[in-house]
């Protein structure tokens, strides 16, 4: 199957700063990216969905102008945790579609935490 | 919510029994799918089923798909330690490629 990096894999930030997450599809082309969020024992959350080159379509919720995306590339997307806080401590998980494969790759996931 | 249901949410077993996972959802579904996701890990994409199939395997794995009752079950067969894991299922709508969690099993495998 394809590989999925995410960068770093985990991170301590003091509150009110912003923290950015890489996502990056290996060894494909991920026309698709989608960022996740995933709270202490809880299933994941769809946060947004990012297509190549185009705005991200955030879920109902979550906004759009805390959670930065980028995706720039056909290899990689960002995810930029603006003005962190403590309850936006949690894991961050990104995932990745491409033509050549009919299903999602995940990333490792992030662990953000926010003092 | 949007996400599905699972039952149990946790489940502790001995080595070399079966573990049963249940996965229930409200809306019509395009496929769905099993993930594994060991503690503090990414998703280990465990089988898919599409919605015109009813049952798949893969080594002792045993997924059901019931349509009528939307429910799908993972069977894991004489289970070992290192199946401790958390367990989800995912389905994506008809038409659409986003996946909708449930809410995940907890699956503890005693030595």
């Known amino acids: 199957g394809a590989v999925v990096s995410q960068h770093p894999s985990w991170v301590i930030c003091k509150s009110g700063t912003s923290v950015k997450i890489e996502c990056r599809s290996l060894d494909f082309q991920a026309t698709t990216m989608f960022w996740y969020r995933q709270f202490p024992k809880q299933s994941l959350m769809l946060m947004a969905t990012s297509n190549e080159g185009s705005k991200a379509t955030y879920e109902q919720g979550v906004e759009k102008d805390k959670f930065l995306i980028n995706h720039a590339s056909l290899t990689l997307s960002t995810l930029t945790v603006t003005s962190a806080h403590p309850e936006d401590s949690s894991f961050y998980i990104c995932?990745?579609?491409?033509?050549?494969?009919?299903?999602?790759?995940f990333g490792p996931g992030t662990r953000l935490t926010v003092l | 919510s949007q996400q599905g249901e699972e039952d149990p949410q946790a489940l502790s077993i001995q080595e070399g029994e079966n573990a049963t996972m249940n996965c229930s959802y409200k809306?019509?579904?395009?496929?769905l799918q099993w993930y594994r996701q060991n503690s503090g890990r990414g998703l280990v994409h465990l089988i898919l089923?599409?919605?015109?199939?009813r049952e798949k395997h893969s080594g002792r794995l045993r997924v059901t798909l019931d349509t009528s009752k939307k429910s799908s079950s993972l069977l894991i067969t004489a289970s070992r330690a290192a199946d401790t894991a958390s367990y989800f299922c995912?389905?994506?709508?008809?038409?659409?490629?986003?996946?909708?969690f449930g809410g995940g099993t907890r699956v503890l495998v005693k030595p």
């Open positions: 809306t019509s579904i395009n496929n």
């Open positions: 995932s990745a579609e491409g033509e050549k494969y009919n299903e999602q790759f």
């Open positions: 995912a389905r994506t709508k008809a038409a659409g490629n986003k996946l909708t």
């Open positions: 089923i599409r919605s015109n199939e």
